[in-house]
């Protein structure tokens, strides 16, 4: 069952702050100038309020003067281009339940947001520490954001965005956020979150929800999701999961933004069902591993196609830097082809082995890729090698084994 998603339309590389316009730049969403700002209603303002306090790009801003200096420019928002999952119940009240984090600490008295503080934040103050929960949630933003209402208060008429403090953002992990963890290098073992893709299927992040956490998976889960166990089983048997994305770079471009909705797989968390949860990333990583193997014979085929024939006993040599138009034609053909493949091996037998059919997947987007050309000869031979290429990420038959046999490839 394929996830359910919306998107935003992608935008130029401007700081338009969601899509309303600033300053010179354009405007998206409606015929929208300076000289005759459009009120925006409240409710709508409240969405543009919190992507900008934890999306919001880095650069320059509103001017804020404080104690003689006047500064504009700001950084970036603590969640920007991360993708964040959150537990989806039957009705508001489960949902509500399922997103409320257990605390690891015991909370702090003195724990607030921003807006519960007597007094306005003081951007010349050192941060406070990251209390449970208030804190941790809401007040580790480095924008200051001010709403300006109608007389009657139903919209917004203008709006000031600048910069909240100077001070380095404090460490902190989101509970709703996936952790992948550095394996290689001189970072090894360090944390960072995951990042937002809009053209990535929330199916591939599958088994960073359901998996426990650990140093040989590469990532850790989100928190949130480690505290289900403990809710009664009918509500998290149906409990669904809801990704936001923001596909941006970590300054000012903002690509688009997404949400996401998975069927009910919380049922499958390692606690509760773990041959499920292991059957889930065994698909999910010969997804993978096919899809590089693909790109790879794609970038092949495309270099003995237009490169020169090679010295006797050489290959041709791929470029990375210009593996030329048929790699992502290819990717884009074969991840609608492997969604519903890979929900198919879900459903079929356990011991079922997942390369065969992903590889008949990446044939076929392979030959979509390269479309027409195929039917002249030196293309054919290329595609010839390239499936060749391919196959060899096929796992090997075990001699005398009576394995129930596969379709051909």
């Known amino acids: 069952m394929p996830d359910q998603r919306k998107r935003s339309p992608q935008r130029r590389k401007d700081n338009s702050h969601s899509g309303r316009a600033a300053g010179n730049n354009p405007s998206w969403w409606g015929p929208f100038t300076d000289t005759d700002p459009q009120p925006l209603p409240t409710e709508e303002a409240v969405w543009h309020l919190l992507v900008q306090h934890y999306y919001g790009p880095s650069g320059r801003c509103s001017a804020r003067t404080v104690e003689e200096s006047a500064l504009a420019n700001s950084t970036a928002g603590p969640l920007r281009k991360t993708i964040s999952f959150h537990p989806l119940g ?10 409320v984090p257990r605390s690891v600490d015991t909370q702090d008295a003195d724990d607030l947001c921003p807006w519960e503080e007597p007094d306005a934040p003081d951007p010349q103050r050192s941060l406070a520490p990251l209390t449970w929960p208030g804190r941790l949630l809401t007040g580790r933003s480095r924008h200051a954001v001010l709403l300006i209402p109608s007389a009657d208060g139903r919209t917004v008429t203008d709006t000031y965005l600048t910069w909240a403090t100077r001070h380095p953002a404090l460490a902190a992990v989101d509970p709703y956020v996936v952790m992948n963890t550095v394996k290689t290098g001189a970072a090894a073992g360090n944390r960072y979150p995951r990042e937002a893709d809009a053209a990535r299927a929330l199916w591939r992040d599958l088994d960073a929800l359901l998996l426990k956490s650990d140093e040989t998976s590469g990532f850790h889960r989100p928190t949130i999701f480690a505290d289900l166990n403990d809710l009664p089983e009918d509500v998290r048997a149906a409990l669904r999961v809801r990704a936001y994305g923001f596909d941006q770079d970590g300054q000012q471009v903002d690509r688009a933004w997404f949400t996401s909705v998975t069927p009910p797989i919380l049922r499958w968390t390692q606690e509760r069902n773990p041959a499920m949860a292991h059957r889930i990333s065994t698909c999910r990583k010969a997804a993978e591993e096919v899809a590089d193997k693909l790109g790879f014979a794609a970038a092949v085929a495309w270099a003995e196609t237009t490169s020169p024939p090679p010295a006797e006993g050489r290959q041709v ?5 210009n593996p030329g138009s048929w790699r992502a034609r290819a990717h884009n053909a074969y991840w609608p082809l492997a969604e519903p493949t890979f929900w198919r091996l879900l459903s079929e037998a356990a011991d079922q082995e997942p390369y065969r059919a992903f590889v008949r997947d990446a044939e076929q987007a392979l030959r979509a890729a390269v479309g027409a050309a195929e039917r002249q000869q030196k293309p054919a031979r ?17 001699s005398g084994s009576e394995h129930r046999k596969e379709a051909p490839v």
């Open 90 to 99: 039957r009705n508001l009240h489960e949902s509500l339940v399922a997103s």
């Open 317 to 321: 040599k791929v470029d990375s830097k």
């Open 382 to 398: 290329a595609v010839s090698h390239a499936l060749g290429i391919l196959r060899t990420v096929l796992p090997p038959v075990p």
